[in-house]
């Protein structure tokens, strides 16, 4: 009696572990708190705070080779929009964020995140004009979180098909995802990544391609999901990590399944 006890409460606690096994990645950092600002390193240091299990953020290379952290093509600096990529970086430094911080080289971010106990950083590589520039970026970054001995703690995206191949020929055993929603899970695979990181309008559409990654051993993530019933879209489709900027909101629905 007693084994058959213990067995079945080893299947219910294996049942609750599978009823809860989305893990949270803060959208540029958990940036919707006070004194926060999108892809600021304050918003990483609060995405390590409240234990989020990633902190994602956008990177790029200046026109002077200075890998630096910024979501958007383009930046306003005295009403002017500077095309990052085309800006050298002593101009790009001139730039404040929402919350006062100056735009971060990815060597400072990735110093602050080193002080990081609890989170993991998710790299996004934005995709660049020419592929010598993308090729250039990926490898001075690994370069960087290789020298901090951070590579166990970063995991890296990208929408461009050339950066992520790049990202895992210089950095094999990194988990490395692929964006822009218009791969099958089995293409993914034999291409060697460690999942899919779709929109979840991609996985709606076609939610076998959840359960498809799972049976090749692939892991799923799915952006931007910040409404209630997206987030339970998300949860109710198995999805392994939700990308939000409501991170506190995932918690507090998954808790409650």
């Not at 093509?73 to 050298?88: F, M, R």
């Not at 055993?173 to 899970?185: E, H, K, M, R």
């Not at 959840?210 to 051993?217: F, I, R, S």
Request: aromatic content about 6%; proline content about 3%; glycine content about 6%.
């Amino acid at each position: 009696m007693e084994k058959k006890t213990l067995l079945l409460i080893l299947v219910l606690l294996a049942g609750l572990a599978n009823i809860s096994a989305q893990q949270i990645i803060a959208h540029r950092g958990y940036w919707k708190t006070e004194g926060s600002a999108q892809n600021s390193i304050e918003a990483l240091m609060q995405a390590d705070a409240i234990k989020a299990y990633g902190s994602e953020v956008d990177i790029w290379l200046s026109s002077d080779g200075i890998p630096v952290v910024n979501h958007d093509a383009e930046v306003t600096l005295n009403g002017n929009k500077l095309i990052v990529q085309d800006t050298p970086f002593e101009t790009l430094k001139q730039i404040k964020l929402a919350n006062g911080e100056s735009l971060p080289t990815v060597e400072k971010y990735l110093d602050a995140f080193a002080k990081c106990n609890h989170t993991k950083l998710i790299i996004e590589f934005k995709t660049h004009n020419l592929k010598e520039r993308e090729d250039e970026l990926a490898r001075k970054v690994i370069d960087m979180v290789n020298e901090r001995g951070l590579q166990k703690k970063v995991e890296y995206i990208s929408f461009g098909i050339n950066l992520v191949q790049q990202v895992k020929k210089l950095a094999p055993q990194a988990s490395v995802y692929y964006l822009n929603g218009d791969i099958t899970p089995q293409i993914l695979s034999k291409m060697g990544l460690t999942g899919l990181d779709y929109h979840y309008n991609v996985l709606l559409k076609r939610p076998e391609w959840v359960k498809e990654a799972h049976d090749l051993g692939l892991k799923v993530n799915t952006w931007t999901v910040n409404s209630p019933e997206v987030i339970q879209q998300m949860i109710d489709l198995k999805v392994d990590f939700i990308t939000t900027d409501e991170p506190l909101l995932v918690r507090e629905t998954i808790q409650k399944q």
